[in-house]
């Protein structure tokens, strides 16, 4: 079973509406994490952290359930430059150190 | 600021082939890690070195890699010899790790490796 696991997609919403995105972890000794964004043939960008208590960035929500082991992304009002790839990343503490583990990412299109 | 700088782009090989990749990273940051991409198994952590010292490698796949860091400002992954099934987008990736729980990975933006 992988550490992080993504749905896919894609999913294609129109501009404008509300898409939300889920992630669960495998690993409940797992310290922090983040969705990173990834374009088209490029980098993978941090887009945020999330936090215990949940936080907003803009259009964007992240929140955690700790409890279900569970990260979601919610993006209010998209736009067509919302379109790319969400990774799920989590910080998995070792003894050498710490580890981020990437899931597979879920796709966004958003369409005019 | 220059961000991470990897080279080359894009690589187009032979199997059998030696490969080298190289890499630099922020300047200050004492993390380095190096990544590879493919649509099927994602993105995989390959090695990471702290202050020069690799870390972990348990992500190297196999003895035909193996990757360096000289000193702070430079890395580089090697596969010697390559093989068709190492096509991929090869990442390095930088931090500063200050202990807490936000530090950010920042990415170069990849070398697309093809081996024919």
């Known amino acids: 079973r992988k550490e992080v696991e993504q749905d896919p997609g894609p999913f294609n919403v129109p501009e404008g509406a509300t898409v939300a995105f889920n992630c669960t972890y495998s690993?409940?000794?797992?310290?922090?994490f983040f969705w990173y964004r990834q374009d088209c043939r490029k980098e993978p960008k941090l887009l945020m952290s999330?936090?215990?208590s949940g936080n907003e960035d803009g259009r964007f929500t992240a929140q955690l359930n700790r409890a279900s082991q569970y990260i979601s992304l919610l993006i209010r009002d998209s736009k067509l430059s919302d379109s790319a790839t969400y990774l799920c990343?989590?910080?998995?503490?070792?003894?050498?150190?710490?580890?981020?583990?990437f899931g597979k990412g879920t796709s966004l299109l958003v369409t005019p | 600021d220059a961000g991470v700088i990897q080279s080359p782009r894009h690589e187009v090989t032979e199997m059998g082939q030696e490969v080298t990749l190289r890499c630099k990273p922020i300047?200050?940051?004492?993390?380095l890690f190096w990544y590879r991409q493919t649509m099927m198994r994602g993105l995989e952590l390959l090695i990471y070195?702290?202050?020069?010292?690799?870390?972990?490698d348990s992500g190297m796949p196999e003895d035909r890699f193996s990757a360096k860091m000289p000193n702070a400002s430079f890395s580089t992954l090697k596969i010697q010899p390559s093989e068709p099934r190492d096509s991929a987008v090869y990442f390095c990736?930088?931090?500063?790790?200050?202990?807490?729980?936000?530090?950010?990975?920042?990415f170069g933006p990849g070398t697309r490796l093809t081996v024919l």
């Open positions: 990736a930088s931090s500063n790790w200050t202990g807490g729980f936000t530090d950010t990975q920042y």
């Open positions: 690993n409940s000794a797992s310290q922090s």
């Open positions: 999330v936090y215990s």
């Open positions: 990343v989590v910080n998995l503490p070792s003894n050498s150190g710490y580890a981020l583990n």
């Open positions: 300047s200050g940051h004492d993390y």
């Open positions: 070195f702290n202050n020069n010292v690799p870390i972990d």
